[in-house]
């Protein structure tokens, strides 16, 4: 019986290629389009899973007061680690992770550019990588050791042993390889090359030496012992803290909370402050996810349509099938494996389009995203089950409908259970079109976000601005000259170098109003500039003046700083008043004079409110130089900044243009774009199958009806708009659907920019006329082609 089901299912599907091609299709899409988002999540969620002791290791992170708010620091202080496991006995260990600042590692006369990590010698009883050669238990005791990877010891060494052979850091300080370790799996939220011994590196010396809870620049990873309830060792630390600066205001300490290993990739887009990994977003996973169920339900939903607009034709053969002796149970089974078979075929058309798509889709992604089915032994099993449920799923309607048709009355032609104008499958067209209308509305918006925030005011100036980065002290000492020969040049305008580039300025301290009152701390972000920063960028003074080579002051030294017109507004002074007024800072040199106030610039993503800035002067080159060019000859001018830079360091020549670095901010936005834009016109696709297939229903149902009113003197327009009617009302409830949902849930997204469009009513307005003229084109070509057939052959057989 099987394998006769099986050959009347093949026969059918040749019967009527073109239906069979058309729902195929539509599956073969809903399928490919979840699948992908399907390998994605599960990517995603994936992250930091292989360490051992996974769900019992934490990072600690810590909230602080902020000038817009309470702000979350992924760094902490090198204090954190030592004294943690001391005063609690909770945490079995804790290491501090910093990254590498200038990275370079070299053999003889090779240098390699690697990013890596510091880290104390508890990292590997923190974190399981294993270890191909050496001892996890003693590869960081020495300052002097370095721990690779085996793809970079490769690279480096070749086929030779890389354990005992020493390489220098930075050209100039030796370590000794003591360790191979595994490559870092591709999910994980710590990615390096190599790592080095955190007592190896001055910085963390300098952190450890001075007031260490003042210094963050470090990541604190701890152990928790089984069955310790996190939230309990956060309540006992702030007790701790409240007891260690009892001199800090309540309001100004910081308190500490522990994240989940598993948690940080996913759940860290408020912890951007000092989080050096890339991370990923869980909103937008989630969102993915539940686009992509829409997308394989819409899929369902139009295989649905088509198979009951199909079964018309069909319902003889049911009726004869039931008087021969079949039974319902087996008539079920029939068009159940029917659509199981037509599921399949489209299982397998939708793992060709997902193997076609996927280099595209990982590249838009940012993520190695791979379909491979020996690695994940889940994969082929899931594609099973994932086939059952939506060759259930979308035949269980059709079958349950035609099995319980009546022989008697379908044989005399009547199709009693087939007619209702309230069936499902106006309901799941009403559904499609909402669907359908909600993304096309979000689209819309996400595009109009996107437009706003490339042509926002921003305070500075981001066009034909070549930044670079400095990783040498050789290019710090003789930035002078290397400056005096590029501005020789006409196509160079300007240079400055900076701490930080103007897009991204995340350094935080803490300013007070010097009048001797112990005001409230105000944290602030800050970096450092040199002369020529508010030229090549264009930053207005407001007042005041900026740092000048022509004033004694700033060329001897003196502790001066710019502030911005949030800073100033924030320590309630205007502008003027501003000018001369000192102020206590927690950068190290104390007392500072103000000599200007800049007018406000977005010195972050605009997901952000601005906030207070106070800018200093920096006579020692570090961080980034940044110069004005012409846009003539731009590769001939970057290669002019190549070759002088590369004179005087080996490290290799980096550069970004200021547009490329403003628009990584905004990077998961425009990845949400495109990836909106790419389910929309799915959808609509999708739904304008599913709506073929029920105006193909329609039509055949009216075909009698049809032939009568064109005896009687019906034009075809006028057949044509008696057959469309009924559709544009299901757009139009598909509308009024759409509008409340798609507001609602753009206006949540919006919510994640301090600055923002607002949601226009024209944006509903086109979506509806869009998908109304996509529907009517679908729905005319069934409409013409009935409203044209001789009425003499659909009356005939009365």
């Given at each position: 019986?099987?394998?006769?089901?099986?050959?009347?299912?093949?026969?059918?599907?040749?019967?009527?290629?073109?239906?069979?091609?058309?729902?195929?299709?539509?599956?073969?899409?809903?399928?490919?389009?979840?699948?992908?988002?399907?390998?994605?999540?599960?990517?995603?969620?994936?992250?930091?899973?292989?360490?051992?002791?996974?769900?019992?290791?934490?990072?600690?992170?810590?909230?602080?007061?902020?000038?817009?708010g309470?702000?979350?620091?992924?760094?902490?202080s090198?204090?954190?680690?030592?004294?943690i496991?001391?005063?609690?006995?909770?945490?079995?260990?804790?290491?501090?992770?910093?990254?590498?600042?200038?990275?370079?590692?070299?053999?003889?006369?090779?240098?390699?550019a690697?990013?890596?990590?510091?880290?104390?010698?508890?990292?590997?009883?923190?974190?399981?990588?294993?270890?191909?050669?050496?001892?996890?238990?003693?590869?960081?005791?020495?300052?002097?050791?370095?721990?690779?990877?085996?793809s970079?010891?490769?690279?480096?060494?070749?086929?030779?042993?890389?354990?005992?052979?020493?390489?220098?850091?930075?050209?100039?300080?030796?370590?000794?390889?003591?360790?191979?370790?595994?490559?870092?799996?591709?999910?994980?939220?710590?990615?390096?090359?190599?790592?080095?011994?955190?007592?190896?590196?001055?910085?963390?010396?300098?952190?450890?030496?001075?007031?260490?809870?003042?210094?963050?620049?470090?990541?604190?990873?701890?152990?928790?012992?089984?069955?310790?309830?996190?939230?309990?060792?956060?309540?006992?630390?702030?007790?701790?803290?409240?007891?260690?600066?009892?001199?800090?205001?309540?309001?100004?300490?910081?308190?500490?909370?522990?994240?989940?290993?598993?948690?940080?990739?996913?759940?860290?887009?408020?912890?951007?402050?000092?989080?050096?990994e890339?991370?990923g977003?869980?909103?937008?996973?989630?969102?993915?996810?539940?686009?992509?169920?829409?997308?394989?339900?819409?899929?369902?939903?139009?295989?649905?349509?088509?198979?009951?607009?199909?079964?018309?034709?069909?319902?003889?053969?049911?009726?004869?099938?039931?008087?021969?002796?079949?039974?319902?149970?087996?008539?079920?089974?029939?068009?159940?494996?029917?659509?199981?078979i037509?599921?399949?075929?489209?299982?397998?058309?939708?793992?060709?389009?997902?193997?076609?798509?996927?280099?595209?889709?990982?590249?838009?992604?940012?993520?190695?995203?791979?379909?491979?089915?020996?690695?994940?032994?889940?994969?082929?099993?899931?594609?099973?089950?994932?086939?059952?449920?939506?060759?259930?799923?979308?035949?269980?309607?059709?079958?349950?409908l035609?099995?319980?048709?009546?022989?008697?009355?379908?044989?005399?032609?009547?199709?009693?259970?087939?007619?209702?104008?309230?069936?499902?499958?106006?309901?799941?067209?009403?559904?499609?079109?909402?669907?359908?209308?909600?993304?096309?509305?979000?689209?819309?918006i996400?595009?109009?976000?996107?437009?706003?925030?490339?042509?926002?005011?921003?305070?500075?100036?981001r066009e034909h601005?070549?930044?670079?980065?400095?990783?040498?002290?050789?290019?710090?000492?003789?930035?002078?000259?290397?400056?005096?020969?590029?501005?020789?040049?006409?196509?160079?305008v300007?240079?400055?170098?900076?701490?930080?580039?103007?897009?991204?300025?995340?350094?935080?301290?803490?300013?007070?109003?010097?009048?001797?009152?112990?005001?409230?701390?105000?944290?602030?972000?800050?970096?450092?500039?040199?002369?020529?920063?508010?030229?090549?960028?264009?930053?207005?003074l407001v007042?005041?003046?900026?740092?000048?080579?022509?004033?004694?002051?700033?060329?001897?030294?003196?502790?001066?700083?710019?502030?911005?017109?949030?800073?100033?507004?924030?320590?309630?002074?205007t502008?003027?008043?501003?000018?001369?007024?000192?102020?206590?800072?927690?950068?190290?040199?104390?007392?500072?004079?103000?000599?200007?106030?800049?007018?406000?610039?977005?010195?972050?993503?605009?997901?952000?409110?601005?906030?207070?800035?106070?800018?200093?002067?920096?006579?020692?080159?570090?961080?980034?130089?940044?110069?004005?060019?012409?846009?003539?000859?731009?590769?001939?001018?970057?290669?002019?900044?190549e070759?002088?830079?590369?004179?005087?360091?080996?490290?290799?020549?980096?550069?970004?243009?200021?547009?490329?670095?403003?628009?990584?901010?905004?990077?998961?936005?425009?990845?949400?774009?495109?990836?909106?834009?790419?389910?929309?016109?799915?959808?609509?696709?999708?739904?304008s199958?599913?709506l073929?297939?029920?105006?193909?229903y329609?039509?055949?149902?009216?075909?009698?009806?049809?032939?009568?009113?064109?005896?009687?003197?019906?034009?075809?327009?006028?057949?044509?708009?008696?057959?469309?009617?009924?559709?544009?009302?299901?757009?139009?409830?598909?509308?009024?659907?759409?509008?409340?949902?798609?507001?609602?849930?753009?206006?949540?997204?919006?919510?994640?920019?301090?600055?923002?469009?607002?949601?226009?009513?024209?944006?509903?307005?086109?979506?509806?006329?869009?998908?109304?003229?996509?529907?009517?084109?679908?729905?005319?070509?069934?409409?013409?082609?009935?409203?044209?057939?001789?009425?003499?052959?659909?009356?005939?057989?009365?």
């Amino acid at each position: 019986m099987i394998r006769n089901y099986f050959r009347i299912a093949l026969r059918n599907l040749k019967k009527s290629l073109g239906y069979s091609f058309i729902n195929i299709l539509g599956l073969a899409s809903g399928l490919a389009c979840f699948i992908l988002i399907l390998i994605f999540v599960q990517h995603e969620l994936s992250y930091d899973v292989f360490h051992k002791n996974a769900d019992q290791l934490y990072r600690v992170i810590q909230r602080r007061p902020g000038s817009n708010g309470v702000k979350y620091w992924a760094a902490t202080s090198p204090a954190l680690a030592g004294n943690i496991t001391q005063q609690f006995p909770e945490v079995q260990v804790a290491t501090s992770v910093f990254p590498t600042f200038n990275p370079l590692l070299s053999l003889d006369d090779k240098h390699f550019a690697e990013e890596g990590i510091l880290a104390d010698d508890h990292f590997f009883t923190v974190f399981t990588f294993p270890f191909l050669q050496g001892n996890s238990a003693t590869a960081l005791k020495d300052p002097n050791s370095i721990v690779l990877t085996a793809s970079l010891a490769r690279k480096i060494f070749g086929a030779k042993k890389p354990i005992g052979q020493t390489l220098m850091y930075q050209d100039k300080y030796p370590h000794i390889v003591t360790g191979i370790i595994a490559d870092v799996p591709e999910t994980s939220h710590l990615t390096f090359s190599y790592i080095l011994p955190a007592s190896s590196d001055p910085y963390y010396q300098d952190c450890v030496s001075k007031e260490p809870w003042y210094n963050n620049g470090l990541y604190t990873y701890v152990v928790l012992a089984k069955g310790v309830d996190a939230k309990q060792v956060e309540k006992g630390m702030r007790r701790y803290i409240d007891k260690n600066l009892a001199d800090w205001r309540p309001e100004d300490r910081m308190t500490f909370l522990f994240q989940p290993l598993k948690d940080i990739h996913l759940k860290s887009q408020h912890l951007a402050t000092f989080a050096f990994e890339k991370s990923g977003n869980d909103k937008y996973v989630y969102l993915f996810l539940a686009i992509g169920f829409i997308v394989l339900l819409l899929a369902c939903a139009n295989y649905t349509n088509l198979a009951v607009a199909r079964s018309i034709r069909r319902a003889q053969e049911v009726g004869i099938r039931k008087v021969a002796g079949a039974w319902r149970w087996q008539l079920i089974g029939q068009f159940l494996g029917e659509s199981l078979i037509m599921t399949f075929l489209a299982l397998i058309l939708a793992i060709a389009m997902v193997h076609f798509a996927l280099p595209s889709f990982s590249q838009l992604m940012e993520r190695p995203i791979r379909m491979d089915y020996l690695a994940n032994p889940l994969l082929l099993p899931g594609l099973l089950v994932l086939t059952l449920l939506v060759s259930l799923i979308s035949g269980s309607y059709p079958a349950l409908l035609m099995s319980r048709l009546k022989p008697v009355q379908v044989l005399k032609g009547k199709q009693v259970g087939l007619t209702s104008r309230f069936t499902l499958q106006r309901i799941l067209t009403v559904g499609q079109y909402a669907v359908s209308i909600t993304l096309l509305v979000g689209s819309f918006i996400i595009y109009k976000q996107m437009q706003f925030v490339q042509h926002q005011q921003l305070g500075y100036n981001r066009e034909h601005v070549l930044t670079i980065k400095v990783n040498d002290k050789n290019v710090s000492q003789q930035y002078a000259a290397i400056r005096e020969e590029l501005l020789r040049n006409p196509h160079v305008v300007a240079m400055s170098y900076s701490q930080s580039l103007p897009t991204t300025v995340m350094t935080m301290q803490s300013m007070s109003r010097w009048e001797g009152s112990g005001d409230h701390l105000l944290p602030t972000n800050t970096t450092s500039i040199d002369y020529d920063f508010l030229n090549v960028y264009g930053i207005q003074l407001v007042a005041g003046r900026g740092f000048s080579r022509q004033f004694g002051a700033d060329t001897l030294g003196a502790p001066t700083a710019l502030i911005n017109e949030s800073a100033v507004k924030a320590l309630g002074w205007t502008s003027k008043e501003a000018i001369g007024k000192e102020f206590d800072y927690s950068d190290g040199r104390g007392r500072r004079t103000i000599i200007g106030v800049v007018k406000d610039f977005h010195f972050n993503s605009i997901h952000q409110a601005l906030g207070p800035l106070v800018l200093t002067l920096n006579r020692d080159p570090s961080g980034y130089i940044a110069a004005k060019i012409r846009p003539e000859n731009l590769q001939g001018t970057v290669a002019l900044f190549e070759n002088a830079i590369k004179r005087v360091t080996p490290y290799p020549f980096e550069y970004q243009f200021l547009d490329d670095n403003f628009n990584k901010l905004y990077k998961s936005d425009l990845r949400l774009g495109e990836m909106f834009a790419s389910f929309t016109l799915l959808a609509v696709f999708i739904a304008s199958l599913g709506l073929f297939g029920l105006a193909a229903y329609s039509t055949q149902q009216r075909m009698k009806e049809i032939g009568i009113r064109k005896v009687l003197g019906a034009t075809v327009p006028g057949i044509v708009g008696l057959l469309s009617k009924d559709y544009i009302k299901l757009v139009f409830i598909g509308f009024i659907i759409a509008v409340p949902l798609a507001w609602y849930i753009m206006n949540c997204w919006l919510q994640d920019f301090a600055y923002r469009v607002d949601i226009a009513w024209w944006i509903f307005a086109l979506a509806g006329i869009f998908t109304l003229t996509i529907a009517l084109l679908t729905v005319i070509f069934q409409s013409l082609k009935a409203a044209w057939m001789n009425p003499v052959k659909t009356l005939k057989a009365e």
